[in-house]
């Protein structure tokens, strides 16, 4: 059940920063530089694919100990 | 997790485990283990392909272990039993053999068949042998037989591996030829190959066509390896190629069938990037599931060693039997030719056995009645019986190969660092394949692309690509390139190779670790007694006033004849070694701390020390200087006397080991000090190392203090190894930073060093540290080339010849070169198969100078 929780805890963060830094990645897009729109969108999705891998494996094992380390 | 589990309780077993890859699989594997309740630590060794757990069999079971790991993606593949079984005559039977059989440590399935009276179990050779899974349900009153030719852990082994390397096959037989096709299409308008290769050829849907079986069958296993990964939050090799691949792919897809989208439009379908890239990974993965496993050939040898059969003697009559059931005390028959099946002492006949397989000596020994045999030895000459004394596990062999397969799953020092750097490369890898991307999308592209750029070593031009194609191109390039395969293979590789090599030669290195410890050596400390020399006295001078020294040595043996002193037997042994004849003495009394005095035919023979003759008023004359002269070579001087007029002096010393001296001067030669530890005093124990040279004594030194000897010595920082007898000099062996137990003979699992020397031969220390060196000058080769690799290809991957050269390394080149990267390393390791120490190559003229550097232990003829 801890399991669970922590995984579905760590989804939530990790997909919410990646959401995040692909937004940001749109933002400046937008504000700097003459980008077209497959450009700003493709580069959003590979920030935010390998913004997912690069939190996801470092995320979800600090969720682990964090609930855990409360619980104990 | 630890600190859960009761003491006494934990567990060690060795698991199977294939399909790992990389450092990080290695990571994930240990992770996953270690998540276990029950699991006190997991170490994986990515060469061995095993994983060494500690574990509380009560809180955690096999099946669960294999669970986890094939929750991360991998396989455990169990040792497999088959076996006949009669008599079982309904569920309950079938019940019974799966309970019983179930519940031995060690095995992680039964299942009994009742229709083809087969029982199937899986288990780890590391906790239970075949044999006693047998005899478990003959106990139950079943008649049990090998259903097939026995399963041994080799063979289970051997398939794991020939599936990888099989499976690696048909994936690139599959890929290899697709991706040359897609080549030819992307490259179809260049140079004059639109002769050769057909238009359709070049055609995006074909090139479509042809790519996709390429990234959804070979390519498949990256993708759902990573994705078995990141669901519990590790990440692995498999990552970087599913990126990798999958963003090439992908491009191309929206290139091909929505050109306008904006990807870089119809020329810029990277599917021969996609395809190629697939391809050269698979090549690598190919060629290391070849390569892999012949570092390991070692071990595989020890294990071809266990015999099948043995022929024992029951009611007289001689039966043939698995060699796996023999039990102790049984009597075997070994005729010419054949391997002997297991442990034990020869009870009648002669021969000649080859031990050569287990103790590296070259010449076969010679065996009589009382005399040990070790299994999986091969007999020569003669037909002889032995009654067996070690059976199944618990032979030598069985053993050795133990010792050296868990040493094989421990990790030196120096892997640590480069397991710590490869598992958070990954991440690493992907941070900066990030700032890659970001870096040329905002900047670098707009500063330098130029339209007629190239890729390195291709004809391809960038033209068709913009902002965004050009940036995640780069991106990907670096994700592939940056693979520290060859760091994770560096180190676990030379160490296989290197342990095999020892067990070879009758060294076993206990561990990675002892191994190291072993190649950073500085000084070596001989103990002395049974060490440096063979630990029983023996006459090595006869003194004689009238030249007749056989009668000064026939008096003194009379003297002696009654006496349980071993002096006293020495001398007695001396005499008989002579041919000469020693009758009863027929009056003897001992003498407390002066000799003895003995009556024969009615002479009066005294035989002692100078207390003695002064007591009874014996002149000693020229004889004292003599005994003084002894008395400083090290030697005890025993004076004999017939009646009242001395006769001569009989000199008694523990002699020197016929390899000794060489030794200690093949340990100089490598640059090391060599000090000898010893409770003589400081006059003989001088004596002795003047005579091999040793260049630092330890004298006078109680059993009890040896181990803080050695602590002296290391708190002077210099790196210990202490050689000596691994039982009584077991607190020693322990404190120094390597401890090597000598002349363990067939008793391995007893000995407490680090390093266990099977034979009783100094030379094979020498040995030892030259295998030990090897070994990691090759691990230094591999990491150098390993770290070197990534240091200087990541940064060509990301781009940084671009600026000035217009030109960028391809996907595929970069595929190619980790590819070639991981085989270097590997091919590394494998060249050490040839490497003999220096001390074994010389053969008999070895052994010739060996016996020629010591004068002591001459035989009594050549003395004086």
């Keep these: 059940m801890d399991e669970q929780r922590a995984r579905y805890i760590g989804a939530l963060i990790y997909t919410a920063f990646s959401l995040l830094g692909a937004l940001a990645f749109l933002a400046a897009t937008t504000l700097r530089g003459d980008y077209d729109w497959t450009a700003r969108l493709g580069g959003a999705g590979w920030v935010f694919l390998l913004l997912m891998i690069i939190l996801m494996p470092t995320v979800t094992p600090w969720v682990k100990k964090r609930l855990g380390g409360r619980q104990g | ?864």
């Design chain 2, 1 to 864: 997790m630890k600190g859960e589990m009761a003491e006494g309780k934990v567990k060690e077993v060795t698991l199977p485990v294939a399909g790992m890859s990389c450092a990080a699989c290695v990571n994930k594997v240990e992770k996953a283990l270690e998540g276990l309740k029950g699991v006190a630590s997991a170490r994986v060794n990515l060469a061995a392909a095993k994983a060494g757990v500690e574990y509380d069999p009560a809180a955690c079971s096999l099946a669960d272990m294999e669970e986890a790991i094939a929750g991360v993606g991998y396989e455990v593949p169990w040792d497999r039993i088959e076996l006949l079984v009669l008599g079982m005559m309904g569920s309950h039977c079938q019940q019974n053999i799966e309970r019983a059989v179930g519940a031995l440590d060690g095995v992680s399935k039964v299942q009994v068949n009742l229709g083809t009276d087969t029982v199937t179990v899986d288990y780890t050779a590391s906790l239970i042998s075949a044999a006693q899974i047998k005899k478990t349900i003959r106990d139950l009153g079943y008649e049990v037989s090998d259903k097939a030719e026995g399963e041994a852990s080799l063979d289970r082994e051997r398939r794991a591996r020939q599936q990888e390397v099989r499976r690696q096959l048909v994936n690139l037989l599959i890929a290899a030829p697709l991706g040359l096709l897609v080549m030819a299409g992307t490259f179809r308008d260049y140079w004059v190959l639109d002769k050769f290769i057909p238009s359709f050829l070049a055609n995006k849907y074909v090139l479509w066509a042809l790519a996709t079986p390429v990234v959804l069958g070979p390519g498949r296993q990256f993708f759902v390896n990573s994705f078995n990964g990141l669901r519990r939050g590790v990440t692995d090799m498999n990552l970087l190629y599913a990126t990798g691949i999958g963003a090439a792919y992908f491009i191309a897809v929206i290139n091909t069938f929505w050109p306008n989208a904006g990807f870089g439009g119809e020329k810029a379908t990277f599917y021969e990037s996609a395809a190629l890239l697939t391809t050269f990974i698979v090549l690598g993965r190919y060629l290391e599931a070849v390569t892999r496993g012949r570092t390991s050939e070692a071990i595989r040898k020890l294990m071809k060693l266990q015999p099948k059969r043995a022929r024992i003697l029951r009611d007289g009559q001689e039966v043939e039997i698995p060699a796996d059931e023999v039990q102790a005390d049984d009597i075997l028959v070994v005729r010419p030719g054949e391997s002997i099946p297991v442990d034990g002492v020869v009870s009648e006949g002669y021969s000649a056995v080859d031990e050569s397989m287990i103790t590296g000596e070259s010449l076969p020994v010679e065996k009589k009645a009382g005399d040990e045999v070790i299994g999986g030895t091969l007999n020569r000459t003669g037909a002889f019986r032995f009654r067996a004394t070690r059976v199944g596990k618990e032979t030598a062999l069985a053993q050795i190969i133990k010792l050296v397969e868990n040493a094989q799953a421990t990790k030196a020092p120096i892997q640590r660092l480069s397991d710590t750097v490869a598992s958070h490369f990954i991440l690493g890898v992907h941070m900066l394949a990030l700032g890659v991307f970001l870096f040329w999308f905002f900047g670098g592209f707009n500063w330098w692309f130029d339209p007629n750029s190239r890729f390195i070593l291709s004809p391809s031009e960038l033209s068709g690509l913009k902002v965004f194609g050009f940036s995640l191109l780069l991106s990907v390039t670096v994700l592939v390139i940056s693979c520290p395969c060859a760091v994770g293979l560096a180190t676990p590789s030379a160490i296989m190779a290197g342990s095999g090599l020892g067990a070879q030669n009758g060294i076993l290195f206990k561990g990675a670790d002892a191994m190291e410890a072993t190649a950073k050596l500085q000084t070596v400390i001989f103990d002395k007694t049974g060490t440096l020399t063979k630990g029983e006295p023996s006459v090595t001078e006869v003194v004689s006033l009238d030249g007749r020294q056989d009668d000064v040595l026939r008096l003194a043996a009379i003297a002696e004849k009654n006496s349980e002193h071993p002096l006293g037997e020495a001398i007695v042994r001396a005499a008989r070694e002579r041919g000469l004849a020693v009758p009863d003495a027929e009056e003897f009394a001992a003498i407390p701390g002066h000799g003895v005095e003995a009556r024969r035919n009615g002479n009066l023979i005294l035989l002692g020390n100078r207390r003695l003759m002064a007591e009874r008023q014996v002149a000693l004359g020229p004889l004292l200087a003599e005994a003084e002269r002894l008395e400083q070579d090290g030697k005890t001087a025993m004076f004999v006397a017939a009646g009242d007029q001395a006769i001569g002096v009989v000199a008694v010393a523990d002699t020197l080991k016929e390899s000794s001296a060489r030794a200690v001067e093949e340990l100089h030669r490598l640059g090391l000090e060599v000090a000898m530890i010893t409770g003589d005093n400081q006059r003989t124990a001088q004596a002795i190392a003047r005579q091999v040279g040793i260049d630092r004594v330890l004298a006078e030194v109680l059993p009890q203090d040896k181990a803080a000897e050695v602590r002296k010595l290391q708190e002077q920082g210099r790196r210990v190894a202490m050689v000596g007898d691994g039982i009584n000099d077991a607190p020693a062996l322990a404190q120094a930073d390597v401890g090597l137990a000598i002349g363990s003979g067939t008793d391995v699992a007893k000995e407490t060093g680090h390093v266990i020397l099977v034979k009783d031969d100094l030379l094979d220390v020498v040995g030892a540290i030259q295998i030990a060196r090897f070994t990691m000058r090759k691990v230094r080769q591999n990491l150098a080339w390993a770290f070197g690799y990534n240091t200087a290809a990541i940064p060509l991957g990301a781009g940084i010849l671009y600026p000035f050269f217009a030109q960028v390394v391809s996907p595929e080149l970069a595929a190619f070169l980790m590819a070639i990267s991981s085989l270097s390393v590997t091919l590394n390791a494998m060249s050490m198969r040839g490497f003999r120490p220096s001390i074994r190559r010389g053969g008999r003229l070895a052994q010739a100078a060996r016996q020629e550097a010591t004068g002591i232990g001459r035989p009594l003829e050549e003395v004086r």
